[in-house]
């Protein structure tokens, strides 16, 4: 899975990008007309892999991840496709999730490329920019299904339903917003609508306003609970001062800013809810490893995430939940207090589910 930082250039999106996945990308490259974007992976902070490994000591212990695109700044008439807007749209359309990032923060320094600070324009100017390069995309689908020597029955039901969406997306409402059929959502599956990916919006603010809050504040809350959008206060300064403190100082310094926890590990486990993502553990003295599955998958199909030839030999699933292990304190008395629990292949897997698969091939 997928994750694109999107939002107008010098917000922030590369300091996101590299405090995320630890990279040291050039944050002004972007001023100087670089377009490719940067890639990366993201560790997902998990406090129950964290006590798993201090139960297991393991040789390796291994978090989730998600790839994470940096794509460089949007600019007007990029989702029409006009000046780099071709390579941005490329970019994007390959990511399963976007994260906008906005600028509050205040620095002279920094030339905001609307000329002022307002979040809510911001956020609006990437929304339509996305909108339109969806409706770009209905407009040259219903010419191809026009011009085309023989239209099928499909085709017809097709252009149909993008006649609906067009009309929408005319009127301003964005995929997110349009209920579409099972039926419908099966004839569109091979576009890649913008507006329907999920969005989190990140308010970069600066280290006054992570204490004090920031102008557009109740607004923008505001916007975002209307439009169903989770947001994120985040100052990507104080973020990287953090990254470069000993433990002592890191608390000390969080605790000047009250803040209780790292926005960027907020931000991750943010994105990988966001995407409708869970993990199911695996544990012993080799290794101690979150495995990322999708919500809602059966226990033979969690099975394949470690090695096809268990899924394809799975017999059962010994199971118990994180919580119940961490009661138990060992999986020795879990066994002995009857904790452990075999499940079939059509368990759905859980959340923090600790498993032991038993297969043969």
């Known amino acids: 899975m997928k994750v694109g930082l999107v939002g107008l250039p010098t917000v922030g999106k590369t300091t ?18 670089k377009q490719n974007a940067n890639i990366g992976l993201a560790r997902v902070p998990d406090g129950r892999i964290d006590f798993l490994a201090q139960v297991y000591k393991p040789k390796k212990v291994t978090y989730a991840q998600i790839e994470v695109v940096d794509i460089p700044g949007l ?5 029409e496709g006009k000046g780099s807007g071709n390579q941005f749209l490329s970019n994007i359309r390959q990511v399963d999730c976007l994260v906008h ?12 490329s609307e ?15 996305l909108l339109l390069a969806d409706l770009q995309l209905v407009e040259t689908r219903i010419d191809r299904i026009n011009n085309g020597r023989k239209v099928t029955k499909e085709q017809v039901a ?9 009309e929408s997306l005319e009127n301003e409402m964005s995929l997110a917003d349009f209920n579409l059929s099972e039926d419908e959502e099966k004839l569109l599956e091979h576009l890649d609508f913008l507006t329907a990916k999920p969005v989190i919006i990140v308010v970069n603010v600066d280290d006054e306003q992570l204490i004090e809050g920031y102008e557009q504040k109740d607004e923008v809350l505001r916007y975002c609970h209307e439009k169903n959008l989770p947001v994120f206060e985040v100052s990507a300064k104080a973020e990287v001062e953090i990254n470069e403190l000993d433990d002592d100082d890191r608390i000390a310094f969080m605790r000047e800013l009250n803040i209780k926890e ?3 590990d907020l931000l991750a486990r943010a994105i990988y809810d966001r995407l409708s993502l869970i993990s199911f553990l695996t544990v012993g003295e080799d290794e101690v490893r979150a495995w990322t599955i999708k919500k809602g998958t059966v226990a033979k199909k969690a099975a394949g995430k470690i090695h096809s030839d268990i899924e394809r030999g799975f017999i059962r699933a010994e199971v118990i939940s994180f919580d ?3 009661e138990c304190g060992s999986m020795a008395k879990a066994r002995d207090l009857g904790k452990l629990r ?14 032991s698969f038993r297969f043969n091939v």
């Open 16 to 33: 996101f990008f590299n405090l995320l996945t630890h990279a040291k990308a050039e944050t002004n490259a972007f001023q100087s007309g």
């Open 75 to 79: 600019t007007r008439g990029a989702g």
């Open 101 to 112: 990032i906005v600028r509050a923060f205040r620095d002279e320094n920094v030339i905001h």
């Open 115 to 129: 000329g002022s600070i307002d979040i809510i324009r911001d956020i609006e100017n990437i929304g339509t920019e």
């Open 158 to 166: 097709e252009r149909e339903v993008l006649e609906k969406i067009r």
């Open 262 to 264: 790292s926005g960027i």
């Open 324 to 326: 119940e292990f961490k």
């Open 342 to 355: 075999l499940e079939g292949k059509d368990y759905v897997v859980q959340d923090g589910d600790i498993i």
